[in-house]
T-cell receptor, first 115, second 115 residues
Framework: AQKVTQAQTEISVVEKEDVTLDCVYETRDTTYYLFWYKQPPSGELVFLIRRNSFDEQNEISGRYSWNFQKSTSSFNFTITASQVVDSAVYFCALSDRYNGDKLIFGTGTRLQVFP | DSGVTQTPKHLITATGQRVTLRCSPRSGDLSVYWYQQSLDQGLQFLIQYYNGEERAKGNILERFSAQQFPDLHSELNLSSLELGDSALYFC??????????????FGAGTRLSVL
């Protein structure tokens, strides 16, 4: 069965600290996609990144970076030099061929960045 | 702004009533998805339409139904409402069909409160 686990329910940091959000996934498929979404206090879901199962290269976008490791079925998200505006709930999600393109979401990690 | 429009933003109604949630996808997107976000169930896929046809179904209750119109907007109908239906309902759209890698762009959601 497909599953996404975000074991960290809530993380609190002080501005400028680096923080890593963990995501562990399960799927029987060899072709799958992983996503991260951000849900700020205003409530909308904002797409951050998509990664397919054949591309294990890490990605960096500004202060954001993602570490994909198939060996440990993890797709972790790091925010460098966190800012107050990064405060949000972050969701990791999975889609694969067994489930069409519906997204299976983790339970989310609430990040609070204090000034 | 994702380009996906959901109306209304908030809806307050009573048990037993029926409501309709509306979604306009991004221009050119043929796929529309509905998700429910609740405290106990998290983010759950409800149903997907592609170019007017139902493509996939998740854990959608029989009291709920949806459709996608020729202009590609979609409506989610919730009837015989119960207290437990109170949740944030998201619509998302993508430009693909049933492809697991398609990026889904989410609207701001409709917050339903059943009293």
């Amino acid at each position: 069965a497909q599953k996404v686990t975000q074991a960290q329910t809530e993380i609190s940091v002080v501005e400028k600290e680096d923080v890593t959000l963990d995501c562990v996934y399960e799927t029987r498929d060899t072709t799958y996609y992983l996503f991260w979404y951000k849900q700020p206090p205003s409530g909308e879901l904002v797409f951050l990144i998509r990664r397919n199962s054949f591309d294990e290269q890490n990605e960096i976008s500004g202060r954001y970076s993602w570490n994909f490791q198939k060996s440990t079925s993890s797709f972790n998200f790091t925010i460098t030099a966190s800012q107050v505006v990064d405060s949000a709930v972050y969701f990791c999600a999975l889609s694969d061929r067994y489930n069409g393109d519906k997204l299976i979401f983790g339970t989310g990690t609430r990040l609070q960045v204090f000034p | 702004d994702s380009g996906v429009t959901q109306t209304p933003k908030h809806l307050i109604t009573a048990t037993g009533q029926r409501v309709t949630l509306r979604c306009s996808p991004r221009s050119g997107d043929l796929s529309v998805y509905w998700y429910q976000q609740s405290l106990d169930q998290g983010l759950q896929f409800l149903i997907q339409y592609y170019n007017g046809e139902e493509r996939a179904k998740g854990n959608i209750l029989e009291r709920f139904s949806a459709q996608q119109f020729p202009d590609l907007h979609s409506e989610l109908n919730l009837s015989s409402l119960e207290l437990g239906d109170s949740a944030l309902y998201f619509c998302a759209s993508s430009d693909g069909g049933a492809n697991p890698g398609d990026i889904q762009y989410f609207g701001a959601g409709t917050r339903l409160s059943v009293l």
